[in-house]
């Protein structure tokens, strides 16, 4: 059983229409692609060399993929204000080498200073928020937010695990 791209969305469908407004936008196309399209597909393996009828990966020849997300909304758990946005650039360029969101998160009666920046996340009762993008007259930003209810944690214990077992595999005879 292989897997294959999935289906493609009714692209006529207002949502998604959105979601690729949006993708444009919010400057999603300087760092991935809004449009994809697949080759040949001409792997070879050398099990190939053996059985003519080898299919054991999946085959995407001529597909046409379109990455962007309909960006439905979600309702937070609590509020997000922003309270100042900033950029800055590189020396006598326009391209920039850091933005940063101060923001206030008001959950009930709590109220909450918080920023994020290009590699500095938030973290907040589980969810996690990212600096996207922002607005081309530096007047506003676009956030990502993710839950996360296992933590970054899980990933630590999974990469020591991989990194313990590695060592293991080198110190004990007969395991590698």
């Not at 292989?2 to 493609?8: D, L």
């Not at 697949?38 to 993929?65: C, E, F, S």
Request: charged residues 20%; proline residues 6%.
């Amino acid at each position: 059983m292989s897997e294959a791209i999935p289906r493609a969305r009714n692209l006529n469908d207002p949502t998604v229409q959105r979601g690729k407004e949006l993708f444009y936008k919010m400057g999603c196309t300087s760092c991935h692609r809004p449009k994809w399209e697949t080759g040949d597909d001409n792997y070879w393996l050398p099990q190939m060399m053996v059985d003519k009828n080898y299919t054991k990966l999946p085959r995407y020849a001529h597909q046409t993929i379109y990455p962007y997300s309909d960006y439905v909304q979600h309702k937070l758990p609590f509020e997000v204000k922003l309270d100042n946005f900033q950029v800055d650039y590189h020396d006598g360029t326009t391209s920039p080498m850091d933005y940063e969101t101060r923001f206030n998160i008001i959950d009930g009666k709590k109220t909450l200073n918080a920023a994020v920046s290009m590699n500095h996340i938030f973290t907040y009762q589980h969810y996690r928020i990212y600096q996207a993008s922002f607005d081309t007259d530096n007047m506003g930003s676009y956030l990502s937010v993710n839950y996360d209810p296992w933590g970054i944690g899980v990933t630590y214990v999974g990469y020591a695990l991989l990194f313990l077992s590695l060592i293991l595999m080198l110190v004990l005879p007969g395991t590698s």
